[in-house]
């Protein structure tokens, strides 16, 4: 597909800032900006001027000077988007950039779509469509984990993976056809054994990355991190003490805390999604009966439960109810009030929940590095480490893979049943084409528009 109109947006963030720049990028980019811009050398022509070069000028509204600007040309295909590309970088006042690019409109830009300089890119065989998808997470990420994947997947570790099965597939493709084509030169005598290799090799390589979903997951999204505990347990407290902030409400009164209460935090590099519950206890009240329900339905989809007991009250039914909804889960027992005379019963608290704790106090924060290491460790100690092996962070890529891997499942049944290799065809072919919607070799353009109407303004 070729794209010959000029696009134009401002591609810094919204927001006062010492520069900003505007994109601009098409077949007519370098002749808008040359009709705006006046560099201090009179004689020069961004037409002339070399790729990738920088020129000090003004933009120049007829007879009045906007701004005082460095201009960026790259000339394709040498740039981002593949096209000729102009980058003006202004001060950075909100009411410069909208002017210079309202200038840039006027002269024959149009202004980009979310996204649209990245799907340029894309079209123009820049980059391939998880490539793409990577520039939107990189943006996004919320920790440095989240980060170095995002990373890994633009430089084309996804990609790279995807493409190698693929090859494999591909030949494995030509070579029945060739055979059933010519089978007087091209023998399949001992296919099956050849084939069975390639199957178990990618079969694995596929199972691999499906199941670094999950853990790719955590990474982007943070570990979604459930809060449970009796009414007056320290939960509120322990959240507040978290964000460094009364966010939620703290009384000495039973059921203050009636419904969820979500924050995304950042411990040292770790992304937590953080949920508070209502306290869980048996409860007359519907409202509150509401929301020790919803607290219950909520544990169960949780990566880490929180468990705060309050070390200055015995354990009861409730503390019992929550041990038996965390035993299958990952879960970290804080015993709060740790500052007081503790009632509790440690060692009984540790059989019943076959779980070491961590004394707490959400008044003086003592255990809070105790937890913050207890959850690095859980998570990120030969779990969930960044060490160069490519995560799946993206649910359509890893429906794509499930569906190549099941293909592939299919074609092994079918050698090992002994059937004629022209069937292997069939779901080798599914195969390749279910991994190459996650390079975009094969998509349909309306899911191209949804991937890319989720970027930002510029991107």
């Not at 600007?69 to 950039?97: A, F, Q, R």
């Not at 996204?115 to 998880?130: Q, V």
């Not at 296919?191 to 090799?201: P, Q, S």
């Amino acid at each position: 597909m070729k794209i010959t109109d000029t696009i134009a947006a401002i591609s810094s963030a919204a927001g006062n800032s010492g520069i900003g720049i505007i994109r601009v990028s098409g077949d007519e980019a370098i002749e808008v900006v040359d009709k705006i811009f006046r560099p201090a050398n009179k004689n020069k022509k961004l037409a002339n001027v070399e790729s990738h070069t920088v020129h000090y000028g003004h933009i120049m509204d007829g007879d009045k000077t906007l701004d005082q600007v460095l201009v960026i040309v790259m000339k394709n295909p040498h740039s981002y988007t593949g096209e000729d590309t102009v980058e003006i970088d202004c001060h950075g006042g909100m009411l410069i950039l909208k002017k210079v690019l309202d200038l840039v409109l006027k002269n024959g830009a149009r202004t980009a779509e979310p996204g649209e300089f990245t799907k340029r890119a894309f079209l123009n065989g820049r980059i391939d469509l998880s490539q793409a998808e990577a520039v939107m997470d990189l943006i996004n990420s919320k920790n440095d984990f989240a980060l170095n994947s995002s990373i890994e997947q633009l430089k084309g570790g996804v990609s790279d993976a995807i493409k190698d099965i693929r090859k494999d597939i591909i030949y494995h493709i030509a070579f029945i056809e060739s055979a059933l084509d010519d089978p007087e030169h091209i023998s399949l005598d001992g296919y099956d054994e050849e084939i069975t290799k390639m199957l178990n090799e990618n079969i694995n390589k596929i199972s691999k990355l499906v199941n670094s979903f999950d853990n790719g997951r955590i990474m982007k999204e943070g570990i979604k991190t459930v809060i449970l505990g009796k009414p007056n347990a320290g939960k509120s407290s322990l959240l507040n003490l978290m964000l460094g902030e009364d966010r939620a409400i703290v009384t000495d009164i039973e059921g203050t805390t009636r419904d969820t209460l979500e924050e995304n935090i950042n411990f040292n590099g770790l992304s937590l999604k953080i949920i508070d519950t209502a306290g869980i206890r048996d409860t007359e009240d519907l409202v509150e009966r509401i929301g020790v329900n919803k607290a219950k339905e909520i544990a169960k989809e949780g990566d880490l439960i929180i468990y705060v007991v309050d070390g200055s009250r015995e354990l009861d039914d409730n503390d019992r109810e929550i041990i038996k909804l965390i035993n299958d889960k990952q879960a970290i027992i804080l015993v709060n009030k740790s500052d007081m005379d503790t009632v509790i019963n440690i060692d009984e608290l540790k059989k019943d929940s076959n779980r070491d704790v961590i004394l707490f106090s959400a008044k003086n924060g003592e255990g809070m590095d105790q937890l913050e290491e207890e959850i690095r460790n859980m998570f990120y100690s030969g779990k969930v480490t960044y060490n160069d092996q490519v995560y799946i962070t993206n649910a359509r890529h890893k429906e794509a893979l499930e569906n190549a891997l099941e293909s592939l499942k299919q074609v092994k049944n079918s050698v090992d049943a002994g059937m004629p290799e022209d069937f292997y065809s069939i779901d080798l072919m599914d195969a390749y084409t279910d991994l190459g919607l996650i390079i975009g070799e094969s998509v349909e353009d309306d899911l191209v528009n949804e991937i890319f109407s989720k970027f930002c303004m510029g991107k």
